[in-house]
Nanobody, 124 residues
Framework: QVQLVESGGGLAQAGGSLRLSCEASGGTVSSLAVGWFRRAPGKEREFVGAISRGYDSTIYTDSVKGRYTISRDNAKNTVFLQMNSLKSEDTAVYYC?????????????????WGQGTQVTVSS
């Protein structure tokens, strides 16, 4: 059973940066596709980006392209979400999710394993 733990959330000013971590146990991130999702207050859960297993191809939702970067550190069994040029509309609870699918997916239902979420608050 894969377990995921997010960390790195907090308060940032608009234009600032945060790096979220998603550490896996019970499985190796190199063999997992990992997606990041977020839920803002009063809104539905939204896809942010994902990294495939193996070749590390990535996809992002349009609103974060050029600002967010997903990477993987196999030695730490961790996937990172680097968030730059933060905006107030990035405020949300961020979740990482994982599954052994090939490729990447924007669909939350694709992912079997989920972390508990970490709060990101961006002040303007």
């Amino acid at each position: 059973q894969v377990q995921l733990v997010e960390s790195g959330g907090g308060l940032a000013q608009a234009g600032g940066s945060l790096r979220l971590s998603c550490e896996a146990s019970g499985g190796t991130v190199s063999s997992l596709a990992v997606g990041w999702f977020r839920r803002a207050p009063g809104k539905e859960r939204e896809f942010v980006g994902a990294i495939s297993r193996g070749y590390d191809s990535t996809i992002y939702t349009d609103s974060v392209k050029g600002r967010y970067t997903i990477s993987r550190d196999n030695a730490k069994n961790t996937v990172f979400l680097q968030m730059n040029s933060l905006k107030s509309e990035d405020t949300a609870v961020y979740y990482c999710a994982a599954d052994s699918i090939l490729g990447v997916s924007r669909m939350a239902r694709t992912y079997a394993y989920w972390g508990q979420g970490t709060q990101v608050t961006v002040s303007s």
